[in-house]
């Protein structure tokens, strides 16, 4: 601002003094404001001016008269477009649509003006298990034939407690008899007593059908569905399916159905018996499914006994075995189930670490 005041003093313009050293002229101004002026401007409350009304804005009358007739019954449920064309055949002219639009927002009826279809609300399913046989879960995936737009209907019946197969089978076809068969049979196997089972499942047409709901009523088993429309309602089934899909030794196709059902002989009984489930502390379904867990945690916890008196330099505290959740549930994870999970996640009894030492 010093050049500016310098180029000034030699009667150079303002305009030209401000140009040529690339100074706004209202920022010269500005800064040659006074201090106080400067502090009184900024301590100004600046009130928005009111609004002046257009001349071409409606009285309060005519935005009555509008009102009232996009109320009436003829056009309660009818778009201001189509009230507005009505109108002008009828040689009757209130107000340009958006205006109509303009009044409906004012009123807080800015939105779709016809009656809409309303989905009813479904709760998500919310199942518990503490043991096995309580809580099964099942579905169908496809498998790839050997030919384009071939496939192989993989049906599956996964327990939620120990995530062992209890069934599976696979078709040329998805049916409900043939589900009913398998259910039936697997029932049969796991000597399942009325009012016991609950079955889960998404809402497939084998799933839905009359067939397979009167199998259930006649074995005395609860039966639940998935919410319309959400994929993730029947997760235990689905993430199955992508340990089978994601498994190294998946060819992705099948020459035949025969190959098929001998692949899937081989990875069921790895499944069951071999397979370290992350969700059940590392130990395998039929561990859980038959009670092996205590055993099997009684050892896990003598080899971390012993290495900790072996080296306890190398831990940050004594060791402990985890063992699975003793509540699983499918839907919500309330507080409560939350709760009996953690409880469940307990040490080894007190008789192992003694034994242990």
């Known amino acids: ?32 404001r006074p201090p ?4 009184e401007i900024a301590c100004e409350p600046h009130e928005p001016k009111p609004a002046r009304p257009s001349h071409r804005a409606l009285s309060e009358q005519e935005r009555s008269e509008v009102l009232s007739v996009l109320h009436s019954e003829e056009f309660v449920d009818t778009s201001p477009g189509q009230v507005y064309a009505t109108l002008l055949e009828r040689e009757i002219y209130l107000c340009s649509p958006r205006t109509m639009y303009r009044i409906l927002d004012a009123e807080g009826e800015s939105g779709e003006r016809r009656d ?26 496809r498998l790839k034939g050997p030919t384009k737009w071939t496939f192989f209907q993989l049906y599956v019946i996964l327990d939620i407690f120990s995530r062992y197969v209890v069934g599976w089978m696979i078709a040329e076809r998805e049916d409900a008899d043939l589900a009913k068969m398998l259910i039936e049979t697997s029932c049969e196997r796991q000597d399942i007593t009325p009012d016991r ?18 199998l259930l ?12 429309r959400v994929s993730n309602d029947n997760a235990y089934s689905e993430s199955q399916f992508k340990t089978l899909k994601y498994d190294s030794k998946f060819p992705g196709s099948f020459e035949s159905i025969e190959d098929a059902r001998e692949h899937l002989g081989a990875f069921f009984e790895r499944y069951n018996h071999q397979h370290k489930h992350s969700g059940l502390a590392m130990f395998s379904p039929a561990a859980v499914h038959y009670g092996k867990v205590e055993e099997l945690l009684y050892r896990r916890q003598a080899a971390l006994d012993a290495a900790y008196a072996r080296t306890p330099e190398r831990f940050a505290k004594p060791p402990v075995a985890r063992a699975p959740a003793g509540v699983v549930s499918l839907g919500p994870q309330l507080a409560e189930l939350i709760e009996l999970a953690a409880e469940s996640r307990t040490v080894a009894s007190p008789k192992t670490t003694q034994e242990a030492m």
């Open 36 to 39: 106080a002026k400067q502090a």
């Open 116 to 141: 809409q279809r309303t989905h009813p609300s479904y709760d998500p399913p919310s199942l518990r298990a503490t043991g096995p046989n309580q809580v099964w879960t099942w579905d169908i995936t």
């Open 1 to 32: 601002m010093d050049a500016v005041e310098e180029l000034i003093e030699s009667d150079v313009p303002i305009s030209s003094a401000c140009r040529s050293l690339g100074v706004s002229r209202a920022t010269f101004y500005r800064d040659r």
């Open 197 to 214: 089972l609950t079955l889960h499942a998404d809402r497939g047409a084998s799933m839905t059908s009359k067939t397979l709901a009167q």
């Open 217 to 228: 009523s006649d074995l005395g088993i609860h039966k639940s569905h998935s919410r319309p």
